[in-house]
């Protein structure tokens, strides 16, 4: 457990220290860092540790959601906020939020980008949301 909460203590360390020296640059070149947009699983919550050391796929797994919480905690410090959506519902609260039919949306992530992914245009409609 000591491990844990040293490698949570770093991430949350190094995760600030990014966040907050972005934040500096912006605010050199006259903008201001208000959001931070996530994109969350829609997976079940983790096992135990021991079920998650058992499964490389669960050691990933857990490797992000590290990663999403030390991000969520260094932007509440560096008095940013947060906007998450889990991918299982982003769809649905993008239309209702851009009052858009589903078919624009898809259009509109269609016309985003090529060869972008589906976790870019994802990523770009949680900016997009967080900007609302």
């Known amino acids: 457990m000591a491990s844990f909460l040293r490698v949570r203590a770093e991430a949350r360390r190094l995760s600030y220290r990014i966040i907050h ?3 500096a640059n912006l605010h050199k070149q006259g903008y201001e860092l208000k959001c931070c947009g996530l994109l969350l699983a829609s997976g079940k919550p983790l096992p135990d540790l021991l079920q998650i050391l058992a499964s490389h796929a669960l050691i990933h797994a857990a490797d992000r959601e590290l990663f999403r919480e030390a991000l969520l905690h260094a932007s509440k410090h560096c ?3 947060s906007f998450t959506a889990k991918e299982s519902e982003l769809l649905e ?5 851009l009052h858009l039919q589903p078919s624009e949306l898809r ?3 269609t016309n985003l980008g090529h060869p972008w992914s589906q976790d ?3 990523a770009a409609l949680v900016a997009w949301l967080s900007l609302l």
């Open 21 to 23: 020296s972005a934040q």
């Open 79 to 81: 008095g940013i906020e």
């Open 93 to 97: 609260r993008a239309v209702n939020a």
């Open 107 to 109: 259009r509109h992530l």
């Open 120 to 122: 870019e245009k994802f």
